[in-house]
């Protein structure tokens, strides 16, 4: 099981970046991908999660309304749009899976983590 996040980079606050992540590897097709953000000296936090089966989506309410999580079944892509960025959304941002993430938030419901991919807000 493999997850490939990308499309990271240095944005104007008030910005938009897309970013995507790539699985391979999972047996099954029911499961949740999540993406997650660390900024430098605080803990990882939950962004959104995406049922891949169903679709169902969920947001922490830092991001709702400006972030948008959407999934591609034929390419097998996950894929976040960040829009209205601000520079508190600058972390490093890493896609997880797991088949049951079932409190979405908890880096620990996710058994399979992609590397992280840099978001930086900057004027």
């Known amino acids: 099981v493999q997850l490939q996040a990308s499309g990271g980079g240095l944005v104007q606050p008030g910005g938009s970046l897309r970013l995507s992540c790539a699985r391979s590897?999972?047996?099954?097709?029911?499961?949740?991908i999540g993406w997650f953000r660390q900024a430098p000296g605080k803990a990882r936090e939950g962004v959104s999660c995406?049922?891949?089966?169903?679709?169902?989506?969920y947001y922490a309410d830092s991001v709702k309304g400006r972030f948008t999580i959407s999934r591609d079944s034929a390419e097998n892509t996950v894929y976040l749009q960040m829009d209205s960025l601000k520079p508190e959304d600058t972390a490093v941002y890493y896609c997880a899976g797991d088949r049951d993430a079932s409190r979405w938030w908890i880096d620990d419901e996710y058994e399979y983590w992609g590397q992280g991919t840099q978001v930086t807000v900057s004027s």
């Open positions: 590897g999972f047996v099954y097709d029911d499961y949740d």
């Open positions: 995406i049922s891949v089966r169903s679709g169902a989506t």
